[in-house]
């Protein structure tokens, strides 16, 4: 058996957890920028706030019902989502525990009987909670995509399921897939919903588990299709996998606080960007051969070299694979002159790094100094400083001083968990 544990309105309960007043008050946190709303309270949805909305268009109702917001705080938000995984692997052990995304985690139960889940899945709602402080859901099914289901039900009816939703039994999975409409199953996005119901006239789940295995790898996306068919009708299509530790790709883009057009501006953030992902790439241990960087205009205005999106981008190969921030940052400020273009406003920029091997490959080079063969021990000691005294104590000179293109984040609260000057007051 599998189970999926879900986060409640995970950002949301992050903030309420050190704002005990506002318990069943509703609360909304902002994306980048402040642009649009990516967390509702439940509380939230019942005034009508829409999830992915602009912001500026639900300010009228959010002031009408008092309704709390804030800024999006990343890193109390990943601090939090650590607690909870970490908890699940004490809890579970870390091989049967398979982190999904920041506020999701599938475990494995195969070791249960089928009569001790319903206790299993309450124990684990229980003691992440008790532990984090953070309230979850819990699906139980014999399969991820029947768990996923399971889950929906857990948090569709709070009340009457206490966050809990174990399908032990084939006639709990058919009522289930009688009442699930197609677009809300796991793995069938909008256009395949779309043309399941007009073409094909399948509007829930259990229809759709009822179709051939021919018709899944022709209509629903081939291989992908054929698993979710499967797994509808309780037949394991997708193991547990092991967490992914070393990305092949790493990438760190972001708004700017208000639109820019000043090259300089844009060469800071890019050296910003760069010095992040080499930091990432550090920690993963290692090196990039590639680099590409890009910007967004602030007006879609289709000029030479831009795309419908207003997203212009470019690329260098490096010499040789490397971590070192300065010999990224030196390719990367270089290409800003390739892409800029005068008397335009840019809201966004980012960087990639691909290219992506083990750093211990990385021959020494004979012919340079000891000093320079070792600048990756220099790397890790600011990596070290910056992690233990925060907010880029250490920097290039590239990535600026004032960065007045940073994003806004205006309503942020504090960063309790990561941060000694703003741990949480009791008076």
Request: glycine share 6%; aromatic share 8%.
């Amino acid at each position: 058996m599998k189970a999926i544990v879900d986060c409640n309105n995970f950002y949301c309960s992050c903030e309420r957890l050190f704002k005990p007043w506002l318990e069943n008050k509703p609360v909304v946190v902002l994306s980048n920028n402040d642009g649009c709303i990516v967390s509702r309270s439940d509380e939230a949805k019942k005034f009508g706030v829409e999830m992915a909305g602009p912001y500026f268009m639900a300010k009228p109702l959010i002031q009408k019902h008092d309704i709390a917001v804030f800024s999006s705080n990343y890193n109390l938000y990943g601090d939090l989502s650590w607690r909870v995984m970490e908890t699940l692997r004490l809890m579970l052990g870390k091989k049967n525990v398979e982190v999904y995304s920041v506020d999701e985690a599938f475990v494995d139960l195969s070791g249960f009987t089928l009569d001790q889940l319903p206790a299993i899945a309450r124990e684990i709602r229980e003691t992440v909670e008790q532990w984090t402080g953070i309230r979850v859901s819990v699906g139980v099914a014999p399969t991820k995509v029947l768990a996923k289901l399971a889950n929906r039900f857990s948090k569709k009816e709070k009340q009457r399921t206490g966050c809990v939703t174990v399908f032990d039994s084939e006639e709990k999975i058919l009522d289930a897939l009688r009442k699930t409409a197609v677009g809300d199953i796991w793995g069938v996005g909008r256009r395949y919903a779309h043309s399941l119901q007009e073409n094909w006239g399948i509007f829930d789940a259990l229809q759709l588990r009822n179709v051939s295995e021919e018709f899944a790898r022709t209509h629903l996306g081939g291989v992908t299709g054929v698993r979710l068919v499967k797994e509808l009708r309780g037949e394991i299509a997708r193991e547990m996998e092991d967490e992914l530790t070393n990305k092949k790709m790493i990438a760190t883009t972001r708004m700017f606080g208000s639109p820019v057009s000043d090259i300089n501006a844009i060469k800071e953030a890019i050296a910003t960007y760069t010095s992040r992902a080499a930091e990432k790439l550090r920690r993963q241990h290692s090196a990039a051969s590639m680099i590409s960087i890009f910007v967004v205009t602030k007006d879609q205005d289709h000029m030479l070299g831009f795309n419908k999106s207003g997203t212009i981008s470019t690329y260098t190969n490096l010499p040789a694979a490397t971590s070192i921030t300065n010999e990224l940052i030196k390719p990367a400020v270089a290409m800003v002159d390739r892409l800029y273009r005068k008397d335009t406003m840019y809201k966004k920029a980012g960087v990639m790094l691909s290219g992506i091997i083990p750093d211990e490959s990385i021959q020494g080079n004979l012919f340079l100094s000891e000093t320079k063969n070792c600048e990756r021990k220099l790397m890790d000691m600011i990596d070290n400083i910056n992690f233990s005294q925060r907010d880029d104590v250490l920097k290039f000179a590239a990535s600026g001083t004032t960065r007045d293109w940073k994003m806004r984040q205006e309503m942020r609260s504090g960063r309790y968990t990561t941060r000694w000057e703003e741990l949480f007051e009791v008076h």
